[in-house]
């Protein structure tokens, strides 16, 4: 490709809203521009990425037995009404209806859809199967930002494999990961798997990637022993056990005026890990209680988990009032058995605990958990922080900053009995079949690889998925040496099957190094009249960027070595 020719309208100046650096570097070098807020446009250097990461993950998939196939993008209602998804899908789904007034939704996600197609399976015979696509999806997220980090519009590849059984679905579930490694190990990028929540996939085991980087917003929790590694959401840790003193009796209520806080009642005298918060939500209608310590935080997406609901959210004030009598600030589990009552294994075999009253401005001291509040599960409710002991080493944990950058979940037979996926087994017998679904959202590894590769000056793409390899710059235009060596070379990197731009525009030498630098070719190749006189070209690689005098006949046999 000739620069002249080539449309990459670069920028100066990063756009105003752009905080990632991914971000203002795919748009200030011309990747990238937005249609709107969420959705963009990928211009020609932004798609040459995009296809080289796709060839990348068809490759890696096709190597474990992938088989791609693409499904409609937009799903009738009943598909993900039958899984229960119309309603957990909650506000990221897109709805929309056609003119007879059916609804349809746009897909965030296809388990569903890929589970009609395993319906065309008939024998255990033809199992495993491993089906992808790499397909539009959509995400109506609250707030998109961050470029191509979170958006409406995105492109993924999505997995679904078929087992007859549980060890089959171990064996794929593993082909995936170390796919997954390897995927992003072609891409530079250094994904750390965790243990994570399944979220509202249904399953059993699931598996994040995430890659550090400061802008990232999922935290990890991570061993520096390396034996331990868990997203937030489903990350746990060792506590130090806490001696009682030995109590009440019963329960004793005491006058609380104004005191609305954990904070407040400590400075009472009551230490927050003497306390227990008592927190009312809603699942699926259902008025849930969730009991942490006073000095834990809960977490939504564990408690969410555990209720096994479609949607659970915090009641209101008023719905705390009509459950217990009380306002948030007064409420309390003592001596209620008409709700749902969940709590954290902390507060297991607690005594001498205070709590709410559920009558505003009382509490209750002397409080035995076992003894007076009636827990129908304990669950593991309470976020982890940095610095607690590790589950497997007692080390202290640390917390990191990542970018999902993969999720790969173990579903079972849920999806399959609903949309009969079934197949006769060995006995003759009819058994749904056992799935797992593996996703990489392709315009975020795009993104992470950017958030991953850069430095002051722009860009560092990893060779192989730079848009191009190699960029010759030719220094002087009107210098015809140099035009026609540049040139020679230029159709021999083409011969040789390299990826090379030619910079034949009629620019001055620094704002063409500048653009060079700013899209990130991996090679420059600079040719100028004063090397040129010795027999030399200037070779500079993107990520040192030290240049060294290569002779002009070296030059090619040099770069195709580096890729
Ligand atoms: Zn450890």
């Not at 990928?42 to 693409?70: C, D, F, S, T």
């Not at 015979?125 to 790499?134: F, H, N, T």
């Not at 559920?358 to 076992?370: A, C, F, I, L, T």
């Not at 590790?390 to 970018?403: H, Q, R």
């Amino acid at each position: 490709m000739r620069w002249s020719s080539l449309f990459t309208p670069t920028l100066r100046d990063a756009p105003g809203d752009a905080e990632a650096t991914s971000h203002k570097l795919l748009v200030r070098g011309g990747f990238i521009r937005p249609l709107h807020a969420g959705h963009y446009t990928y211009l020609p250097l932004g798609h040459r990425v995009r296809a080289k990461v796709i060839k990348i993950i068809q490759e890696e998939m096709n190597a474990i037995g992938g088989q791609e196939i693409m499904v409609p993008t937009m799903h009738p209602a009943s598909i993900w009404q039958a899984s229960g998804r119309w309603d957990s899908m909650g506000d990221v789904m897109f709805r929309v209806q056609d003119r007879h007034g059916s609804d349809n939704a746009l897909g965030v996600t296809a388990e569903e859809i890929f589970a009609t197609v395993g319906a065309e399976l008939s024998s255990y015979k033809q199992l495993p199967q491993m089906w992808y696509q790499i397909n539009t999806k959509f995400r109506d997220e609250a707030r998109p930002k961050n470029g191509l980090l979170r958006v409406r519009e995105f492109t993924m590849k999505d997995a679904y494999s078929f087992d007859i059984d549980e060890a089959g679905l171990d064996t794929s579930f593993d082909a995936q990961h170390q796919a997954y490694l390897k995927i992003f190990g072609r891409l530079d990028l250094e994904a750390i798997p965790v243990e994570a929540s399944s979220g509202n996939m249904g399953g059993t085991d699931s598996v994040e990637f995430m890659v550090r980087a400061d802008t990232g917003e999922d935290e990890v929790l991570i061993c520096p022993n390396g034996d331990y590694a868990a997203n937030i959401e489903k990350a746990i840790s060792t506590l130090s056990t806490i001696e009682d003193e030995a109590g009440l009796a019963a329960p004793e209520k005491f006058a609380t005026p104004n005191i609305r806080t954990i904070e407040a009642l400590a400075k009472a005298g009551y230490a927050a890990d003497r306390q227990i918060k008592t927190m009312v939500f809603v699942a699926d209608g259902e008025t849930v209680l969730a009991l942490v310590r006073g000095d834990h935080q809960l977490n939504e997406q564990k408690l969410a988990d555990a209720t096994a609901a479609n949607v659970v959210r915090p009641a209101s004030s008023d719905e705390a009032l009509a459950a217990l009598g009380a306002r948030p600030g007064s409420l309390g589990a003592v001596g209620v058995t008409d709700l749902r009552i969940m709590a954290d294994p902390s507060l297991r075999g607690r005594r001498a605990m205070a709590t709410g009253a559920n009558e505003d401005d009382w509490h209750y001291r002397g409080v035995d958990v076992n003894r007076d509040i009636a827990v129908d599960e304990w669950v593991d409710l309470r976020e982890v922080q940095a610095g607690e002991a590790c589950v497997n080493c007692g080390a202290a944990l640390g917390m990191v900053n990542t970018i999902e950058s993969g999720h790969i979940f173990k579903l079972g037979r849920g999806y399959a009995e609903k949309f009969g996926a079934q197949v006769l087994d060995k006995n003759g017998k009819q058994v749904p079949v056992v799935m797992g679904s593996y996703g990489i959202g392709v315009d975020r590894a795009i993104a992470t690889v950017v958030e991953t590769h850069s430095d002051e000056n722009g860009i560092i793409w990893p060779a192989a998925i730079a848009p191009y390899e190699v960029v010759i710059t030719i220094v002087q235009m009107k210098d015809d040496d140099s035009v026609a060596a540049a040139t020679e070379l230029y159709n021999q990197l083409l011969s040789a099957g390299v990826d090379v731009l030619l910079d034949d525009r009629d620019a001055r030498p620094g704002v063409k190094f500048a653009d060079a630098e700013l899209i990130g070719i991996p090679h420059r190749i600079g040719v100028g009249p004063r090397a040129l006189a010795e027999g030399n070209v200037e070779y500079t690689p993107r990520a040192t960027g030290d240049t060294e005098l290569v002779a002009i006949g070296d030059i090619a046999s040099r770069i195709q070595q580096a890729l």
